[in-house]
C-alpha cells in the first residue's frame, strides 16, 4: 500500500475544484473497515446522487443531513446513480429511490443484480467459500468468515434500475454530459463517468488515492447457465487502468478519500506494485508449491486470516499475473489447487 498522492492542501484545491464543477463530496459512515464511503451530489438538472452509502439508519441520517447543508433533501433527488455493485455504495438505494421517486442509472450487467440483490449476494458468498476452500483456507475459519459475511449482508438493498447504461452511453444534464466507461476489476460493474469539457472524471473504487483497489474474485454478472468460470480480475483490472491512463482527466474523484490530481503518476505506480507483489509471490514458490492461502500467510501474516477473501484475491489475482507470463501453473492436490514456479523442475 503505497502514501498519499495528494498533500493535505493539495487535497484542498482539488475539492474546490470539484465544487467549483457542482460535484459535492457527502462522505457517508459504513460499518466497513474502508471507513466512509463518499457519495457526490451533482447540482445540475437532473439533481444527482452518485453512490448512496450502505442500508443502515446512521449513514440514512447523515446522508440527509449532508444533503441538507446544500440546501436539498432526500425527496428533491431526480436521479441517483450506482457506480458498482458493492454494499457501501448502494445500500440505501431501495429507501432513497421510493422516497424521492428518482430515476435509477446503473450498468445494464448491474440491473439484474441489483433487482435481486439477495439472491445475488447470497450466491457471491456460496461462490467465495468455494473459492477459499479450493485455495486452502482452513473449514473451520472459511464458517466464521462467512457468518460475518452474511451478517454484513443487511447493509446493502435491492433496487430498479430505471435507466440501463451501456459502454459508451451518455448522461446529458443542463449543464453537463458525462461519458458512461464500463472499466471492470475492482467489480464486474465499475462504471465510471468522464466529463471531457471538465475533465473531471467520477470514478467510483476503479482508483483510490490511499490505497490500491483491491481486485476481488467475483462471480461473473452474465449467468450462461453453466458453473461461472472465475473472472481474472487483475488481468481485467491491469487492462481497465491502462484503459484510465490515456484520459486526459485533471481530477478523479473517487469512492474513498481524497481526489486523484495526478491519475497517470498514480496508475504507473499500482502497475509497478503488482509487478513487484507478483516478483515477491514468485520467489515463495522457489522452496515447492503452495496454496494461494499459504502464500497469502507468508506475505501478510494474520491478516491473511482476518481479510482472507481479500487477501486471496489479491494472490490468485497475482497468480493470474505470473500465469500468462509462463512462470506458474496450477496443480490440484486433494481438491486444493497449489501453484507452482514454472522452472522449479519435474514433479
Ligand atoms: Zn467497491
Redesign the pocket.
Known amino acids: 500500500m503505497t502514501g498519499e498522492h495528494v498533500s493535505r492542501s493539495a487535497a484542498g484545491e482539488a475539492w474546490a475544484r470539484a465544487t467549483g464543477a457542482g460535484i459535492h463530496r457527502l462522505a457517508v459512515p459504513t460499518p466497513f473497515l474502508v471507513g466512509r464511503v463518499n457519495c457526490y451530489l451533482i447540482e445540475d438538472e437532473p439533481l444527482t446522487l452518485v453512490d448512496t452509502g450502505p442500508n443502515s439508519g446512521k449513514s440514512l441520517d447523515e446522508l440527509a443531513l449532508a444533503l441538507e447543508r446544500h440546501g436539498h433533501r432526500i425527496q428533491d433527488l431526480e436521479l441517483i446513480v450506482i457506480t458498482?455493485q458493492?454494499m457501501?455504495?448502494l445500500g440505501l438505494l431501495e429507501i432513497l429511490a421510493r422516497r424521492s421517486g428518482a430515476e435509477v442509472a446503473a450498468l445494464h450487467l448491474l440491473a439484474p443484480y441489483l433487482e435481486h440483490f439477495n439472491e445475488r449476494a447470497t450466491d457471491d458468498d456460496e461462490f467465495a467459500e468455494s473459492i477459499m476452500r479450493r485455495h486452502g483456507v482452513p473449514n473451520d475459519l472459511i464458517t466464521v468468515l462467512s457468518s460475518v459475511g452474511a451478517a454484513f449482508r443487511a447493509y446493502g438493498s435491492s433496487g430498479h434500475v430505471t435507466r440501463e447504461l451501456s459502454d459508451g452511453d451518455t448522461l446529458t444534464f443542463r449543464d453537463r454530459r458525462l461519458r458512461v466507461m464500463h472499466r471492470p476489476g475492482?467489480?464486474p460493474s465499475d462504471t465510471l463517468f468522464w466529463d471531457e469539457d471538465r475533465r473531471i472524471l467520477i470514478a467510483?473504487?476503479h482508483l483510490l488515492d490511499h490505497v490500491s483497489?483491491n481486485p476481488l474474485i467475483s462471480r461473473p454478472l452474465v449467468d450462461d447457465g453453466g458453473a461461472p468460470p472465475r473472472r481474472r480480475a487483475l488481468i481485467e483490472y491491469i487492462e481497465s487502468m491502462r484503459m484510465t491512463r490515456e484520459l486526459p482527466a485533471e481530477l478523479v474523484v473517487t469512492?474513498h478519500g481524497n481526489p486523484i490530481v495526478d491519475h497517470v503518476a498514480l496508475i504507473d505506480e499500482r502497475l509497478r506494485m503488482h509487478n513487484r507483489r507478483a516478483r515477491k509471490m514468485l520467489r515463495l514458490l522457489a522452496g515447492g508449491p503452495l496454496s494461494a492461502f499459504e502464500i497469502a500467510s507468508s506475505m501478510w501474516g494474520n491478516i491473511a486470516v482476518t481479510q482472507a477473501f481479500l487477501t486471496l484475491s489479491e494472490v490468485v489475482g497475482h497468480m493470474d499475473l505470473l500465469a500468462a507470463e509462463g512462470k506458474v501453473h496450477e496443480l490440484e492436490q486433494a481438491d486444493v489447487v497449489r501453484f507452482e514456479a514454472a522452472s522449479s523442475g519435474s514433479r
Open positions: 458498482h458493492h457501501d455504495h475492482h467489480s467510483g473504487d483497489s469512492g
